[in-house]
């Protein structure tokens, strides 16, 4: 299933129930360390046919199960994640960088909860019905499988992520080609033992690894797969829909977001401050729901700032082994530098570092010199047309700004052309309530973040994603529906 | 818990956790063979106030917990059903009298299936929203648990029709007193075993067995239960409905059928008739024969016909083979009336109006069969046919998702997936002016 060359945990593709060696790898590293310690095969078009094939051959005996023999089988793959939770955990902490506290408490929990989710859900929804009388006619919608679903996952949340997509395209009937991030496939196949050992039935979910332009675009162009579901950056989105527009294809595409909090100042100040910490920071700030813009009512600005700033600081960097750490390594050389190319920017339009990159050191141990760490980082003083408070920087930064009044709040926060989710602090419940209406965001939390009913749909607006998946919004993008009228 | 009682099996009931001796008894026959093999308590008054005491302490703890917490509890009860499913089954079917094959295949199977259901689609409900934005309102509904839910369960189906009023109802986070029939009272007292073992906390289901009259009457004219849910006859569903009047509560009756099946002559006769003979004699009871030969019906088999050939010890069991009636008029009250037995009258129609007719007929509406290969046919009798339930081509085919329940005087109310939760809870339509 896996040879260890040299040192290096060597992955092979999952086709059709088997494990398949690839000609040729991509080297994956460890964040903390920097060192290559994992091959992923380099997938193309050659790969991606051997899947599709697998998957529609496998599609007509997956569709033709009932809907509560699917969800059996996708709940003994929940049950086997959580036996594996410690396994799992150990290797996305070493894969992406997050730290083991993170993936043994979010990652792998979600993981296994996505599939019970959806194995449960998909077992209760009905269609509609209507009649028009005068004509004599019944008309009533049903659903169906589209076939084989192609689903790209990205490298911030690589289990969780993966599952969100996997669980309810096969809970509807659906077979499965995936193409996780060839930064992050460890857990992706570490998953593929647990499908074979669940029953899923061979060719139900292949995975085939690989870079975003070779085996992305070969999955995105395939003719047979009608379906994408992609969470990433705006950036591939935009190939993805020109790639696949010769087909029709259902797309759902979660990508960035520059996600605002407005703080008022009758805000619980402690708890907005602690939870805003953790939004800001989570992971690294690689959470695409991550809070990088934070906009507070003048009137408590100054003291906001001094306690959010003293409150990063105590957001602990460092190894992901370390249960007591907040935050690992972030995912790549290329990235840890594309994020302090952002400070360096802030830096020089005028903004003040308060905490984090460039101002406190980080203490690691030797063998985590080359690791990709960076400090939490705050950041004021910056105008809203900068491009630090335009762009989406994906890391432990974030930047403060004051607002005066509620007209305000809502232009900022809307002022860029993102709208995934924002956070509003207030106890006023009018200023709560028109808040929320008035922010172009696809999630809005107030008081709170990160509160998620998996039955409420999930996604953005403008450039953040098209689509929203959840519920009866993943039910409805993961099946065809068709319209009957019966005229009796 | 029980005592054996000479060589009777004692039932006690459940309250607060606990098994709680009761001072007087009904008897309790094996259908089989006409003995008294059981006593159940004879409750009254003062048993159900103590139940409803204790299913009211239980209330606010039980309906806290997260909607996930309470299905966890839920499917415990299921996996401990289906580790139970031949005890259940033999003491289901020397209680009610059914076979040992149905008792293992439907009323076991689908108790714990039950609870399996409702655990998982309680926690898929969203409720609704809407805005009034020419004045600055936001609208939505939330919806709570209603508190003590009374539940009386019938003697036909028994686990398996109590199961499918609990489940819903604690799964929504209510606390419950339940009164089973006192003719088929084992499987209930059998299932407390299994809820201390599940860990349903103590008070969140409470078991008090007794008549309808003493028991029933107490639960459903108690001031402090706001909500019945009732399977059984019309006549006492009258009964039910008067006694609650004056406390407003919410009633879901589910209530008698004179469910017809209406045959074309492009049926696919082997498979209508395979599937007519199984929805006519699935359960059986008493005799309204004599009163079909009176009124000139012709008694093709089984009763007075067929000599039923039984062991001697089955000499005073209330068997009747399948009966077959033909040549009543539809005004006779064999063809009116609920006769609940293994008996069907057969009658013929010429046209489609008269199909349709003949089968609103009654003052029954809940179920009915259409038997035809034809499109147009089927989606116009079904549209037609005043019944909560019909079925075209088959018989008894149940997503529990959808609603279930009678028109006319087969009863009033749903139950199922969405229409359970909506019963089952009180909704609050809640207006934010922003």
């Known amino acids: 299933m896996s040879k260890t060359s040299g040192s290096y945990l060597v992955l092979e593709n999952f086709i059709g129930g088997k494990f398949v060696p690839c000609r040729s790898h991509i080297d994956s590293y460890d964040p903390s360390t920097g060192e290559v310690y994992c091959k992923v095969p380099d997938s193309g078009e050659e790969e991606v046919e051997a899947a599709v094939a697998a998957a529609t051959e496998a599609f007509p005996g997956w569709s033709d199960r009932s809907q509560e023999q699917r969800a059996q089988v996708l709940n003994k793959l929940a049950d086997l994640i959580e036996a594996n939770l410690e396994e799992l955990a150990q290797a996305e902490s070493r894969d992406q960088g997050k730290t083991i506290t993170f993936a043994r408490t979010a990652d792998i929990p979600r993981a296994a909860h996505n599939f019970r989710f959806f194995a449960s859900s998909m077992c ?7 009649e028009l009388d005068h004509m004599g006619c019944l008309n009533y919608t049903i659903r169906c499988p589209v076939g084989v679903a192609g689903l790209i996952s990205p490298w911030n949340l690589p289990l969780y992520l993966l599952t969100w997509k996997i669980a309810p395209a096969i809970a509807a009937g659906n077979t499965v080609v995936a193409k996780p991030s060839e930064m992050t496939s460890v857990t992706a196949w570490m998953l593929c033992k647990l499908m074979q050992q669940a029953g899923v039935p061979p060719g139900v979910v292949n995975i085939v690894f690989g870079t975003g332009q070779r085996a992305g675009n070969a999955l995105v162009s395939h003719p047979e797969v009608p379906l994408i579901s992609f969470t990433g950056s705006t950036a591939t989105a935009r190939l993805i829909t020109e790639r696949s527009a010769p087909y029709c294809k259902k797309l759902s595409l979660e990508l960035g977001g520059k996600n605002p909090a407005l703080i008022f100042a009758d805000a619980d100040l402690d708890q907005c401050i602690e939870t805003t910490v953790r939004s800001s920071f989570s992971n690294q700030g690689e959470i695409c729901l991550c809070t990088s813009r934070i906009y507070v009512e003048r009137s408590i600005y100054s003291e906001f700032l001094e306690k959010f700033v003293a409150a990063a600081k105590k957001w602990k960097t460092g190894v992901p082994s370390d249960p007591s750490n907040n ?12 994020v302090r190319s952002f400070i360096a920017l802030a830096k020089s339009e005028g903004g003040i570092i308060h905490c984090g990159e460039g101002v406190d050191q980080l203490v690691l141990p030797e063998r985590n010199a080359n690791g990709y760490f960076m400090p939490a980082t705050v950041i ?13 920087i994906f890391g432990p ?11 305000e709040a809502v232009s900022k926060g809307n002022g860029v052309r993102y709208g995934l989710s924002a956070t509003v602090w207030s106890r006023d419940v009018g200023k709560v309530h028109r808040m929320a209406k008035r922010l172009q965001a696809g999630l809005v939390w107030t008081n709170c973040w990160l509160v998620r009913d998996l039955n409420l749909p999930f996604g953005g607006m403008k450039n953040s994603g098209v689509g929203r998946e959840g519920g009866k919004d993943s039910y409805h993008f993961f099946t065809e529906v068709k319209s009957v009228t019966i005229k009796h």
Request: glycine letters at 4%; charged letters at 25%.
């Open 327 to 338: 935050n690992g390594a972030l995912i790549s050389k290329e990235h840890l530098q594309k």
């Open 397 to 407: 930064v974030t930047c403060i700004s004051p607002f005066d009044t509620e007209d």
């Open 124 to 130: 209760h929804h009905t269609t509609e019905c209507s």
């Open 380 to 392: 004021s003083g910056l105008p809203d047309s900068s491009r630090v408070m335009q762009e989406e």
